[in-house]
């Protein structure tokens, strides 16, 4: 049987002004701000009540902007480490694993926690939309939405670097509802971004709306909302590579909300986040105390992301400096910003596979390394709460067990396409009488 959940009661709110307003299916800005902010969800219950294991992700719907559930989910699963722990001298190491690790109940066919995103975003559309829904990624999140949207029979554009789409890989076929578009060779996330843009200037297609979206934010919260309440206490320390830092935004968001519910403390866990060497521009904004981003050369900031092993967290132009953006989350939470180059990555990657039996994506490696790096340098002491974000894993045993196949771009654009050959090219490929209902 299908387990349904009631339509979560929330308002928006404008993290700037404090204006609540109401969501009208797709808010992703306030109505009328010159600031640019982020908006945020007040849920009305205040106290969240954790659903069983079985309705995945949704076990977190009190604190999720849902209206649906979404089909096939599976929520982040926190343990205490005992292996690392030891390795590292830490008394209370806790690891937040989401990814593919079956004896720890952790289920996810895409092996990132970007499905909590696209869960959680699916579940925010209507049923009735009819929009393509246009997705920019640099891999990791374009795998988890085209995953979901195929089982979920919703209408997805994904835009990737074709550098990247070696990471587009899946069990089992994409439905071909879901359809991706590449910008050539040499290009980076942020050329992805600027195809997206384009096609939601078109007629029927949709943005998602990467950190404005409020489903997304609050998707990502749920690796706290899992380890906190395991925990039965807000940590001490949180680390998480970043490369967009949505997912530290989210963090800080859901410690506020468990603030408020009362039960787990009041503290504010200090943000770890870190970054792969030699692509660090949010670390040299953090360490010049600039609230906006530090100028980037184009094509130097291709050829470092040509450098970093970990493509995820190549995002040129993250929400940095919007208010309630990255910036006003570390200044509040405290915190640092961290780096580990290619091989510290790989050496702590080493160490998590040996000390707690499972293979981890690289930019958990780089949070990894960070936390190893920390201990050494006295920042964390061994009785210190830490909450270790491991983002994604399990790809290289699920890769053993299962036939994997791979997602075909369907057009190659150059850099710089034109708003015309865009719209040409998605007519093309969304001419089937199947997209006949929808655009």
């Known amino acids: 049987m299908t387990k349904q959940i009631e339509p979560t009661s929330y308002v928006l709110e404008s993290v ?24 945020r969800a007040i849920y009305e219950k205040k106290q969240i009540d954790v659903k069983d294991a079985s309705y995945g992700v949704f076990r977190f719907a009190d604190w999720l902007p849902v209206y649906r559930m979404m089909e096939g989910s599976s929520a982040p699963v926190t343990f205490k480490s005992e292996g690392l722990a030891k390795y590292l001298g830490l008394n209370n190491l806790y690891i937040t694993f989401s990814g593919y690790w079956p004896e720890k109940g952790a289920n996810f066919r895409t092996c990132s926690f970007k499905e909590t995103e696209a869960y959680a975003v699916g579940g925010r559309l209507s049923s009735k939309n009819r929009d393509v829904l246009v997705v920019a990624s640099a891999g990791n999140t374009a795998r988890a939405f085209a995953r979901v ?47 997206s843009n384009l096609a939601c200037e078109l007629d029927g297609y949709i943005a998602e709306g990467g950190a404005k979206n409020v489903a997304r934010r609050d998707g990502m919260g749920t690796t706290t909302l899992s380890a906190v309440t395991t925990i039965g206490r807000i940590p001490d320390y949180y680390f998480q590579a970043v490369g967009s830092g949505t997912g530290a935004i989210a963090a800080w968001e859901a410690n506020l909300r468990l603030i408020e519910d009362g039960r787990f403390g009041s503290n504010l866990m200090k943000l770890m986040v870190s970054q792969n060497t030699p692509f660090v521009p949010i670390y040299d904004a953090w360490k010049a105390d600039s609230r906006d981003m530090l100028p ?27 208010c ?14 961290l780096c580990a180059t290619n091989q510290e990555a790989l050496e702590a990657a080493r160490i998590f596979l040996e000390t707690e039996g499972n293979d981890i994506h690289p930019a958990a490696s780089v949070a990894t390394a960070t936390l190893i790096n920390a201990v050494k340098e006295g920042i964390v002491k061994k009785d210190d709460c830490v909450m270790l974000n491991i983002t994604g894993g399990g790809e290289e045993r699920i890769k053993r067990e299962k036939d994997i196949l791979y997602l075909e771009p369907d057009y190659v654009f150059d850099i710089n396409p034109s708003i015309n050959e865009v719209e040409e090219v998605l007519a093309t490929i969304f001419e089937s009488e199947y997209y006949a209902m929808y655009i």
């Open 296 to 322: 980037l050369n184009d094509d130097v900031a291709r050829k470092q992301v040509e450098e970093i092993d970990a493509k995820v967290l190549s995002n040129r132009k993250p929400p940095y400096p919007i």
């Open 16 to 39: 700037k002004t404090g204006k609540q307003f109401s969501d009208k299916g797709w808010t992703l800005d306030p109505a009328r701000e010159m600031v640019p902010t982020l908006i």
């Open 324 to 337: 309630g953006g990255l910036y006003d989350a570390m200044k509040e939470a405290g915190g640092d910003v």
């Open 149 to 195: 949207c195929s089982d979920n029979d919703i209408p997805l554009l994904l835009c990737v670097p074709e550098d990247n789409i070696n990471a587009l890989w899946f069990d089992e076929p994409i439905k071909s509802h879901v359809k991706l578009v590449v910008t050539r060779s040499g290009s980076d996330y942020f050329d992805a971004i600027h195809l």
